[in-house]
């Protein structure tokens, strides 16, 4: 996404993604609460059936201790920020009028998947 016109990129981020055949999700101590990388995740998950989007996206730990599945088994939005709150405020708009549950569980529902799966 073009930093100096993040609103255009908002825009065109679903037709990004979906255009996509794999998700690499590289997780590391503070993804699950970094509202942009939910939001990315969020994306796919919205524009693409569950059980699709499941498999689209992989999941890439980046430390050996950390307890990925975890983490996003609890995911909350609420407890994620963004380094420009310009930004933040920007994705808490769209976030809200989807409803903060339905994005918190769809993030939870992928976590169950991986989980599921190992």
């Known amino acids: 996404i073009d930093q100096s016109s993040i609103s255009d990129g908002l825009k065109v981020l679903p037709v ?3 255009a996509c055949s794999k998700v690499l999700v590289l997780c590391g101590h503070t993804y699950a ?5 939910a939001w990315e ?13 499941a498999r689209r996206a992989m ?20 407890e994620c920020h963004c380094y420009d709150p310009n930004e933040e ?3 808490r708009q769209v ?8 994005f918190n569980s769809r993030i939870r529902e992928w976590a169950a998947t991986l989980r599921a799966s190992n």
């Open 16 to 18: 990004n993604i979906m």
């Open 33 to 37: 609460r970094r509202l942009w990388c």
């Open 41 to 53: 995740l969020f994306v796919l998950f919205s524009f693409a059936q569950s059980k699709s989007a």
């Open 59 to 78: 999941l890439l730990p980046l430390h050996r201790d950390l307890e990925v599945v975890k983490q996003l088994e609890r995911f909350d939005a609420r």
């Open 89 to 91: 405020a920007r994705l």
């Open 95 to 102: 976030i809200g009028a989807v409803g903060v549950d339905v």
